[in-house]
């Protein structure tokens, strides 16, 4: 079958055992679902072990399939817990996992051999060099980034070799997903770990030349993309998904039966495709939706239409939709077809045979003996009270769509031997079919040490005053203070060469020859930034870098088709949460910045030689597609400014007048929120030297070259003091010490 009529899997969200059954019952190819641990919906109902046991089995008796998310990072008391965890569901058949933590999708991948592993949208992946990087860990589906547009979609249909599973309605995030911090710096709780708390949804105002009116920028409005659906399987998607899995029943069902509905007409006869009815419009428009509904960035890249600046709140559902939908989906009874055939002669064992289908062929499936057949003394049995007892499957799964049955005329049973026959043999054929999909099979030992780590760091000097100091820039000034200060490693943001030629790079190069000089790429590509990717490959080549500062697996996978053979730093973005990542990046790495979100026993838990931690700049919160400026009003690339604007700010005020600063690239296209204050970790210094970190770093946003030459020399002299020393009161910010001492929730 080739593309254009290729049948997509419709994948429908359960964040509970009755949100199951409604996917089943509206006609979900299969069902994504969250387990007690490692989801990302730690406030949906979730499924205990039981029931995703149970669940498998209800799932595959329909003929559908089941997935599990583990796609929440990982830290390292946790991902020695995952083998256990995932052993039952793997042994019940589990379709697929879906997974953001590298650690835990090498883990799963060695310790269970037979399982399909799903790269999570949490994992960001932007174009088909990430796709790639993943296939080579073993993912054979990947569910891109939200914010692709359809040609960007169809291009990883086409590229990767990968299924491709795709986002078609429901709620949107901001923010790339994976990529925000927004809700874990402001109140602990974070999306990495599946406790959101949306302040994406609180209201901001938009301060560029002059503030705006309060308003909602940052909420989108709701995915819907029936309108488009066709568009969508000519792509070549392999599964329509539908978000959800924090909604009930009813939307779950009712969402569910109108995507059936739109997929199944249109391939019945593609040519003569009617488009959607006004009835499934109401219905999707009536259940749960914020405010307005909107196609998503399938056919456009951001824009002010797609947020719910007034309102970012559900509006209510029509109750008559509610009741139409519990009443036509959530009513009804789920069954298979099952042929039966009964041999009822006296002096014999009542015979019952069952055939899964509408007629006996071949040998049955299974069958079931009873109680002797006895010779009627009065009143014996007739062929059609025999059919009308064993027609009674209600509750069993199954319909009998045909019984026949071979007896003598003299034949009698009592009712009650009939039925228990009947169950019998329904209850046998149920569990052969079932257990198609059980995995038999002894599991393979995990590898020693799985959850562990290998063991083998090097030791690193535990003196501070010998741990590197690193500096990220993004300006010419703060590149200067950097070179005037003098720190081992500068990240130059790839921003900062819009402003500057090979030969200032080469000047400045020149005047701390004993210096690191890294390229730091963006925090995101895509697949139109070939130029600019081509222009980067062409610097590189230059020889003016030691090194380069990655944001994604895509970038590294893009490093190796260049053919680079310098260094590799790792930025946060990348998250090292645990031994397992850090093992499978330890050879492809110089150096990796430590996460933002792990308190200081975690992140000393991590190798420290390779470890580079952020000590002070303000914290990167989300990265987005869509742009504050232009929802402003005031988008400088629509004015034919592409690259010199990368360095443009606009700032987000929230109720109480704090300010969140806002980059916006407009060369790639994104935003970067970055926190009020700047973290900073100077009155830990000599604890971090202590645990063998091998550099720390300091990020420079909008800082003036005086301001950054003076926190360079500040924690350039603060390892070689004590905090009795006076050097503290040199600290004149405000600033936060982020997740250094609690760590997120």
């Known amino acids: 079958m080739d593309t254009a009529t290729k049948k997509p899997e419709l994948l429908a969200p359960a964040g509970d055992y009755s949100c199951f059954q409604a996917a089943l019952k509206a006609g979900a190819d299969a069902v994504y679902i969250g387990g007690q641990r490692f989801g990302a919906r730690a406030f949906a109902g979730n499924f205990s072990d039981e029931e995703v ?34 052993a039952p569901f793997y042994e019940a058949g589990l379709d697929g996992v879906i997974v953001q933590d590298i650690g835990a999708l090498s883990l799963l991948g060695n310790c269970f051999p037979g399982l399909a592993l799903h790269a999570s949208t949490q994992m960001t992946i932007t174009d088909v060099r990430g796709a790639v990087f993943l296939k080579k860990l073993g993912v054979s589906r990947v569910v891109p980034a939200r914010e692709l547009t359809l040609p960007e979609v ?51 105002r938009i301060r560029t030349d002059k503030t705006g009116a309060e308003c909602y920028p940052l909420s989108l409005k709701d995915m819907c993309t029936i309108q488009f659906l066709p568009d969508l399987i000519k792509a070549g998607i392999d599964s329509f ?14 969402v569910t039966s109108v995507y059936r509905r739109r997929i199944d007409t249109y391939l019945q006869d593609p040519e003569k495709d009617r488009g959607v009815s006004d009835k499934d419009m109401h219905i999707l428009s009536s259940l749960y939706i914020r405010s307005e509904i909107s196609g998503g960035y399938y056919h456009r890249h951001n824009g002010k239409e797609m947020v719910t600046l007034e309102q970012p709140g559900y509006a209510g559902c029509d109750e008559d939709v509610l009741q139409t939908v519990r009443t036509e989906i959530l009513g009804k009874e789920l069954s298979v077809p099952v042929a039966l055939k009964a041999y009822l002669y006296p002096g014999s064992p009542l015979r019952l045979e069952a055939w ?19 010779t009627a003394s009065n009143r014996p049995l007739g062929a059609a009270d025999v059919k009308k007892q064993l027609g009674k499957t209600g509750g069993s799964g199954f319909r009998a769509e045909c019984i026949q049955v071979e007896m003598a005329d003299n034949a009698f049973l009592p009712i009650k031997a009939l039925n228990e026959v009947r169950r019998q043999v329904l209850e046998l054929l149920k569990e052969k079919r079932t257990a198609k999909q059980n995995r038999l099979e002894a599991l393979p030992a995990c590898p020693s040490g799985a959850g562990t780590g290998t063991g083998n760091e090097e030791e690193f000097p535990a003196v501070l005053g010998k741990t590197r100091l690193h500096v990220s820039v993004r300006t010419q000034e703060q590149l200067q203070a950097c070179l005037r200060e003098g720190v081992e490693r500068i990240y130059l943001s790839h921003s900062l060469l819009y402003g500057m030629d090979e030969v200032q790079l080469w000047d400045g190069k020149r005047k701390r020859n004993n210096t690191e000089w890294f390229l730091s790429l963006p925090a995101i590509v895509r697949r139109g930034d070939e130029r600019r990717l081509e ?9 003016i870098f030691e090194g380069v500062q990655i944001a994604g697996p895509g970038e590294k996978q893009w490093l190796e088709e260049i053919g680079w053979q310098g260094k590799t730093a790792l930025d946060h973005r990348i998250y090292i949460w645990n031994r397992e990542t850090y093992d499978f990046w ?14 200081r026993r975690a992140l000393f838990e991590l190798p420290g030689e390779k470890q580079e931690l952020l000590v002070y700049g303000k914290i990167p919160m989300m990265v987005t597609a869509n742009c504050i ?84 020399a500040l924690f350039r002299r603060l390892p070689e003091k004590d905090k009795e020393s006076g050097l503290l009161s040199d600290i004149d910010w405000k600033f936060t010490t982020g997740h250094y001492k609690k760590g997120a929730e």
């Open 535 to 543: 222009r980067l490959a062409k610097i590189l080549k230059t020889g």
């Open 586 to 599: 330890a050879d492809r790495m110089d150096t990796y910045c430590a996460p933002l979100e792990l308190n």
């Open 53 to 86: 046991v149970e669940a498998l089995q209800e799932a595959h008796f329909y003929g559908r399939k089941l997935y599990l998310t583990v796609n929440t990072l990982l830290k390292q008391e946790e991902i020695k817990q995952l083998p256990e965890f995932m």
């Open 356 to 374: 899964e289908g509408t007629s006996p062929e071949g040998a049955a499936a299974v069958f079931a003996e009873g109680q002797l057949v006895q």
């Open 629 to 712: 400026r232009k929802t402003s009003g005031r988008c400088l690339k629509e004015r034919g400014n592409t690259d010199v604007c990368a360095q443009s700010r606009v700032c987000l005020l929230d109720r109480y007048q704090t300010g969140f600063p806002v980059e916006t690239d407009c060369g790639y296209c994104y935003n970067i929120i970055y926190n009020s204050v700047p973290l900073s970790l100077h009155a830990y210094m000599g604890e971090i030297g202590k645990h063998k970190v091998g550099a720390v770093r300091l990020d420079f946003l909008d800082e003036k070259e005086e301001q950054a030459r003076q926190r360079i």
């Open 241 to 254: 998904k539908i978000e959800g899995r924090m909604k009930k029943p009813e939307y779950v069902a009712g």
């Open 154 to 204: 169809e291009a990883l249909c086409r590229e990767s070799g990968m299924e491709v599973e795709a986002f078609i309605h429901g709620a949107m995030c901001y923010c790339y997903s994976g990529q925000c911090l927004f809700s874990s710096l402001l109140g602990g709780r974070s999306g990495n770990r599946g406790r959101c708390t949306q302040p994406c949804r609180q209201p901001y």
